[in-house]
């Protein structure tokens, strides 16, 4: 009787390990989504405020700017329809130029600028992020119409 | 005239291979030993040829022959020769040649060292070995052809991608292909047992030096490419959860599991149709992450081409060889019978634990990894899931994995005492727990929840692994330990010694991106960066920016790093080569970025603290996988046969029946 009683307990508390463990994991896969938005979706307001989120585009050929001797810079990017500012304080990837394609990690200000703080830039010149190539088409679509 | 010498062998592969595939299992079903015996040749055939056509790339490379238009992509007169070798696997063809060879280099292998065993059986094995080959090699001929000729070609090539020009390229990708190509040889034992229907402990002793060899190619391979990213690419990170990385640690997690449930089904002859289970799907995994990284879906350094029909190509693959399998194994699991039971304290529950959790963390990076995919694929709004997800789900199961190693390895199979196993290790627990509250202070002066939850179960395994031996040192009496034994403990040590690594480095790494002039002093973590100069170098194919800063600690000279600013030409790419002053409590590692006006330049400068025992970590792990795997009891199956007693497990279980099974 007693081992069995002792069975129990241990099977109930492996459920209950094992409830949590699920619950924690879906908390931690939920709050670490990163949904992709356009610039045009960043104008148009549809991105939730408070919320990191990944931001692509092509940068603006001459948009780059930087706060002379510092590592605070900027610069602004498309998707060939609106454009959006972002602001940087790290060190770029080395693939990172003017008129190509990149992706940011980070947050929208009040003053609707991205504050960045990771940028991933492609990897060679025939590679664009499939939801950047996508987002581009799109534009250029509407730009037909 | 050479690479169509290089394409009749590769066409020659495929026929041999898809005769190792089909004849020997139609032999083994109708009984026919002339068929059943053709698996051998045909397998030596096969090595014979992918390996010259492996050759004439190879030649292809050195001489500069860019009519070809792999070479022309990927390589460069101007490059050096030894990255023009290892820039056959630069590119998408040369590495599927590469995995084709390292395919053909196991089943050569397997072929020769299972002449002891029934012929029924072997050829099974081959035949499923075959299949796979004939797939990829089939692959590698009708949708990616390295010897593809270019016309009207060009004098010269567009270079190696200069990520790749670098020695830890050298090593990476074979040895990782090995781990990942050798989880073919499980799988094929586990459908050839699927195949017959019937599992014994013979088939667990011939599956588990295969397994435990592809894990360790594996561990090696993963280490070494979190080497070459952290120094290369990585800006101080040794793991940044990309899909690519998942693609090869998802089936790490998968073989590792399967290592310890073979453990138990040639022990005790149970988990029978578990083992096979995971066996199946540690192969589904490998190929679940070619797939991912040669189809495109995913972009990284990896994935070389995005040409449709390749994924698909590959998805067809992988549903034909895992689907059947799984099929097969829906069929057939329930004809494989347990040979007993255990009880809930026993080493059989902690190897049971050991499986269930790490099959938990698989599941959850998994599906990290994918869910970007599907979500893609079902025109939703695109989504990335970030680091922290991975990090949590990763430890959630493998923390409590870690304190249950410790007890794990020092439980008796079948039945113990658990007050009795408790009263064993309390001292070891309580001394590890004492030592992570006390020593960041002591090297670091602060401390933290998660540091010490980590650094206690790094400790605790740690030790724990060395209890048996230092037991043995101590008491004459005590059992002596096997090879396959101290296998086990070091690769356990070695496990305590990542989690120590991986921990302190997380917990206490410094990181700073400053704007520095030459002339500007700064200190980082105790140390003073001193920017002395920067000047302009020409290499062999590319010209550079170099600093030059000297590192001091405690106006002591610690050394002087030069990291450098390349611009490739003819690729137009702009590459940071770090400069890392290393030695094995730390490294202080520095990138120069671009001049950001001012005469000022970005430098990133890493303090990482205990990061080499990261690496260092890992090859303990895979040295004592080495142990285990050249054990004298897969040596020598004849004296086994004889009756010598293997002497594994940590103490005698009571009632263990004698270690030869079935036939």
């Known amino acids: ?145 | 005239m050479i690479p169509e010498l290089g394409q009749f062998a590769l066409v020659l592969a495929v026929c041999l291979s898809l005769c190792q595939a089909a004849l020997p299992l139609a032999g083994s079903f109708t009984g026919r030993n002339d068929l059943m015996q053709l698996a051998r040749p045909a397998a030596a055939g096969q090595f014979v040829f992918v390996g010259l056509a492996f050759a004439v790339l190879a030649y292809l490379f050195l001489t500069d022959d860019f009519s070809v238009e792999f070479v022309f992509l990927n390589s460069n007169s101007d490059l050096p020769s030894a990255y023009k070798f290892t820039a056959v696997w630069g590119g998408h063809e040369g590495s599927l040649l590469l995995w084709s060879l390292m395919l053909a280099g196991w089943t050569l292998a397997v072929a020769f060292a299972s002449r002891s065993q029934p012929l029924e059986f072997s050829s099974r094995v081959l035949g499923v070995l075959g299949i796979v080959s004939s797939g990829i090699l089939l692959f590698t001929l009708l949708t990616s052809n390295p010897f593809q000729r270019l016309l009207p070609y060009f004098p010269e090539g567009r270079d190696l991608n200069p990520l790749l020009q670098d020695p830890g390229m050298v090593v990476h990708p074979p040895m990782l292909y090995l781990g990942y190509v050798g989880m073919s040889v499980p799988f094929a034992f586990a459908v050839a047992a699927l195949l017959a229907g019937r599992l014994d402990r013979n088939w667990a002793r011939w599956t588990r030096p295969w397994t435990i060899g592809a894990w360790l190619f594996l561990t090696c391979g993963i280490a070494l490419g979190s080497w070459w990213a952290y120094y290369e690419v990585g800006w101080g990170g040794w793991w940044f959860w990309d899909p690519v990385e998942n693609a090869s640690f998802l089936p790490w997690l998968m073989a590792t599991a399967l290592v310890h449930s073979l453990a138990v089904t040639e022990r005790r002859g149970i988990f029978k149709s578990w083992t096979v289970l995971l066996a199946i799907s540690a192969f589904t995994l490998s190929l679940l992450g070619t797939f991912l990284v040669r189809s495109g879906v995913i972009q990284s350094v990896h994935s070389f081409a995005n040409d449709p029909a390749r994924g698909l190509f590959i998805l067809g693959l992988l549903l034909l060889i895992s689907g059947g399998a799984f099929v097969l194994y829906a069929l057939r699991a329930a004809s494989l019978e347990s040979e007993g039971g255990f009880h809930p304290v026993s080493r059989e529950s902690f190897l049971l634990a050991n499986n269930v959790l790490l099959v938990v963390a698989t599941a959850l990076i998994l599906l990290g990894t994918l869910y970007p995919l599907f979500v893609d694929a079902l025109n939703l709004p695109e989504v990335s899931i970030g680091e922290p997800y991975f990090n949590f789900v990763f430890l959630l199961p493998m923390l409590p994995l870690g304190v249950l190693l410790g007890f794990g390895m020092h439980a008796a199979w079948q039945k113990m005492s658990g007050r009795k196993l408790l009263r064993q290790l309390f001292w070891p627990l309580a001394v590890s727990i004492a030592l992570a509250l006390v020593l960041p202070f002591i090297f670091f002066g602060t401390n933290s929840f998660m540091t010490v939850v980590g650094l206690a179960t790094g400790i605790w395994v740690g030790f724990s692994s060395f209890l048996m031996p230092l037991g043995r040192l101590f008491n004459a009496e005590a059992v002596r330990l096997s090879r396959a034994q101290w296998g086990m403990c070091i690769a356990h040590f070695g496990v305590g010694v990542f989690i120590i690594a991986a921990t302190v480095t997380s917990g206490y790494s410094v990181e700073q991106d400053v704007a520095a002039r030459e002339g500007q002093q700064w200190q980082l973590a105790g140390y003073e960066l001193d920017f002395r100069e920067l000047r302009r170098i020409e290499g062999q194919n590319f010209t550079a920016d170099e600093a030059e800063i000297e590192v001091r600690r405690d106006g002591r000279y610690v050394a002087t790093l030069r990291p450098q600013r390349r611009d490739y030409p003819v690729r137009e790419v702009v590459m940071t080569e770090s400069a890392i002053d290393a030695n094995p409590f730390r490294d202080v590692l520095i990138a120069l970025s671009d001049s950001v006006g001012d005469g000022a330049w970005a430098v990133h400068a890493r303090y990482k603290p205990l990061i080499r025992f990261v690496w260092i970590g890992c090859v303990i792990m895979a040295l004592g996988g080495l142990l285990a795997a050249t054990d004298s009891r897969y040596r020598r199956p004849k004296e086994l046969r004889a009756g010598v007693k293997p002497t594994e497990g940590a103490k005698p279980a009571v009632g263990v029946p004698a270690e030869e099974g079935g036939r």
């Open chain 1, 1 to 145: 009787m007693k081992s069995r009683h002792q069975r129990m307990i241990f099977i109930g508390g492996v459920a209950v390990a094992m409830l949590a463990a699920a619950a924690l994991a879906y908390k931690a896969f939920s709050s670490n989504l990163l949904y992709y938005y356009s610039p045009t979706q960043v104008r148009a307001g549809e991105v939730p405020a408070d919320r990191r989120f990944r931001l692509g585009g092509l940068v603006v050929e001459g948009s780059f700017e930087r706060v002379t001797g510092t590592l605070t810079s900027r610069f602004r990017v498309t998707d060939l329809e609106s454009e959006v500012e972002v602001e940087y304080h790290k060190v770029y990837p080395d693939l990172f130029q003017e008129g190509q394609g990149m992706v940011a990690h980070g947050t929208l200000a009040d003053d609707g600028r991205f504050i960045a703080d990771t940028i991933l830039a492609k990897h060679d010149e025939n590679y664009m992020a499939p939801e950047l190539a996508e987002s581009l088409a799109e534009a250029e679509a509407r730009a037909a119409e």
